[in-house]
């Protein structure tokens, strides 16, 4: 049977959370997606168990998302490692020190196991690794740094370059914006796919589900990652992206099958569960039908975890739906017939 998914976040309150828990349940979702963000880590500790505990009491599994940890995943919110840091964080091709932890640092790996084993210890089964990424930015709304930038020329990433191309990083001259050269997509790619090998290995061997999104960018994008790579990974059990057609100015149907069909080539012959979100948030005024459509292609076409990213239309934040109930009550009925056709 289809597995029904929405994300959750934006609320601390316990008596609220039992409300919302019922509202879930009765808009046919099978799983919650808890974004457990570094603030949570820090101050949150027994109020996010209470809601992992309530949610596999309510029968329903219980995924942690890393939300915008460390600023290497999805996710609104600022990070607590990086001002702490520094000598661990991301630089840029402009010489920025990007509000980010790179990946090849020791200290960015101690403290993902640290999240790891809280997230799995306070009772979530399945770690939700979120758009995993280098430094964006374009994501930035406090426009950190031209949309040209780009990681990692941090000591480590310099050092490890050198030894496996035999030749330093290219050195930007005062007014120049470097472009990427294949060595250098390269090195990002190796980055990434390195950290999130030991890290879901990690999640795995303490007894989580791995599921993992990733961005639907063409592949000479400079945010893209290897799919195939990735999914290799050991431990890795779902694997999907997000092709937001309302956000990407796409149609629904056609960005939803194209990206559809690259999910199913990675997941069939690894037999990986194949996953797909759409867009709650952002959705115009009439168009909210285009939900029940995405998602009914998606299923279609193979996808056998489905999820929506935020309640209500996405109402608690910036980016709402502009009528988030009848968002909410379209992924609800959709929901409820692909589930029980
Ligand atoms: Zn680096």
Redesign the pocket.
Known sequence: MIETGVSYFANGWLHHFERDLEDILAHNCTYIVHCFSENEMVFARQRTTQFFQKTRNAGLGCWANPWAVMGLFGGEQFSAFVPRNPDAC??LSTGQRAPAA?P?APETRAAMRLWLDMAIDFGADTIFWDEPHLYIPDWDDLHFAPDSAF????P??RDSFQSRFGQPLPQAGPGQALSLQPEMRQHRED?MVDFLSEMIGYAHDKGAKNAITLLPVDDEANESLPWDRIADLRGLDIFGTDPYWFLHDKDCESFVHEQMKKTMAVCESRGLTPHFWAQGFGIPSGREDELETGFTVAVERGAQSIAVWGMHGNAAWDGASENPEKVWDVVGTTFGKLRNP
């Open positions: 991301q630089m790179c090849s990681a990692c020329f941090c480590r990433c980055l």
